[in-house]
């Protein structure tokens, strides 16, 4: 069985990757390299350099390998650039899913596992937040996600396409070892931002609000680190495989921790002092997102290994100690 990745060579993308490959899956990837790296692919690997919304390009990888599973990575995902530029992010996700969408018909390839997110469900009206809970995104690229599980839905319904939403929350954290990790450029997540301040490459961090209704006003995030993340494709490919029906799920922690105590445990991973300074809100941010993640423990059998936040950050330390100009030569 091959498994195609596209946006293999992006952060969580190039861990799962690796997994498949660990796990003994042929894998070929898809990626156009825009924010992806070469790098990072896994080198048993088949990395096909091009666009998702390339059909004629997706045409040739589907005739070139024999794929029997996709997992879909392939998306821009900064909250703040979506909400100044929508169309980049109706265009190159939810246009990039109707493309792959069509040439899986075309060569009848049956299951999608898709990378959804926590941004689908916009400011939750109860934490935790369940799979069932209203979907009313409150930024573009959380509607361009949005979009793309219901197009899934309607390719299933009249094409028995079967597919895996999974509906990350806050991913974090590298391979333990240290040989891949989160290389992104410009950087907008929270945790590589406070590492960046760590190893002396920003002046220090802006905490994006304080005056949230949270326990200490800055938001509330679940986190969850991306191996564990990454192994959870596979069970979802497996789940398919088994013949099961298109189907949700949450991947959290259902454990939810403030910026500023995001801050404090990257202090004592570090050892490092960190500057901090308080910012206005960023546009688009819901106050808290904490995953209800038992259904993908019931159903998928998921049982992520890290469970705690300090220990997820101190897995990025290490990578971005031993490659402190990330995947660049
Ligand atoms: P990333 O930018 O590192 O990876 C995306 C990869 O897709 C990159 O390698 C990029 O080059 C490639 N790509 C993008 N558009 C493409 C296209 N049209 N054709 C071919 N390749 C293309 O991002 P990531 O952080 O690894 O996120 C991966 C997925 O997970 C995204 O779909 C994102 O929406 C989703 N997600 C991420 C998080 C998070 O915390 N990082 C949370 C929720 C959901
Ligand atoms: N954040 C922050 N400063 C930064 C980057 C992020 O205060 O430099 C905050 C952001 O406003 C949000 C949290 O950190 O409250 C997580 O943001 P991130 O972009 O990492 O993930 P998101 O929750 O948007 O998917």
Redesign the pocket.
Known sequence: MTVLV????????SHTVDRLVAAGYDVAV????????KDAVNAKARLHV????DKAFMRQVFTDENVEGVV??????VVPESMKDPLKYFD??TA?MVTLLEVMHEFDVKNIVF?????TYGEPKQIPIKETDPQIPTNP?GES?LAMEKIMHWSDVAYGIKFVALR?????GAKPDGSIG?D?NPET?LIPIILQVAAGKRDQLQIFGDDYPTKDGTNVRDYVHVVDLADAHILALKYLAAGNDSNAFNLGSATGFSNLEILEAARRATGKAIPAVMAPRRPGDPSTLIAASDKARDVLGWQPQFDDVEKIIATAWNWNEKHPNGYAK
């Open positions: 596209l946006g293999g060579a992006g952060y969580i993308g898809v990626d156009n390299l825009v924010t992806g790296h091009g666009d998702v919304r879909h990575f392939a998306a821009f995902s190159n996700n990039g990378s959804s997110t926590a941004a690229y996600k990350y929350f806050n991913v974090a989160e992104h997540h």
